[in-house]
Nanobody
Framework: VQLQASGGGLVQAGGSLRLSCATS????????AAWFRQAPGKEREFVAA????????TYVDSVKGRFTISKDNAENTAYLQTNSLKPEDTAVYYC????????????????WGQGTQVTVSS
């Protein structure tokens, strides 16, 4: 499964961005999806994950109430709506997918997008 992440950019603190993770492969509808991020000099960290059906989701504590992950199986696309952005959210955001249930572990994912840069200015 080839994933294409997009939607990053430069935004002021308090702003919003909607990240997209798209594929042309219909099997994506049976895959859980997740977003991870990696800031300069830091390890890649889990942000959010959603079940294959979109019926359940989980988030890292630092983004709860500000970010929302969703999945449109008809469009073979997952999204991450990021609101109330903070400078500490600055990172390259990566989408990932795996068959079956979601995981918060980076090594649990088989497929990765190329990353999209999110920069939040203070």
């Amino acid at each position: 499964v080839q994933l294409q992440a997009s939607g990053g950019g430069l935004v002021q603190a308090g702003g919003s961005l909607r990240l997209s993770c798209a594929t042309s492969e219909g099997t994506f509808r049976k895959y859980a999806a997740a977003w991870f991020r990696q800031a300069p000099g830091k390890e890649r960290e889990f942000v959010a994950a959603i079940s294959w059906s979109g019926g359940s989701a989980t988030y890292v504590d630092s983004v709860k109430g500000r970010f929302t992950i969703s999945k449109d199986n008809a469009e073979n696309t997952a999204y991450l709506q990021t609101n109330s952005l903070k400078p500490e959210d600055t990172a390259v955001y990566y989408c990932a997918a795996r068959p079956g249930g979601w995981s918060s572990i980076r090594t649990g994912y088989d497929y990765w997008g190329q990353g999209t840069q999110v920069t939040v200015s203070s």
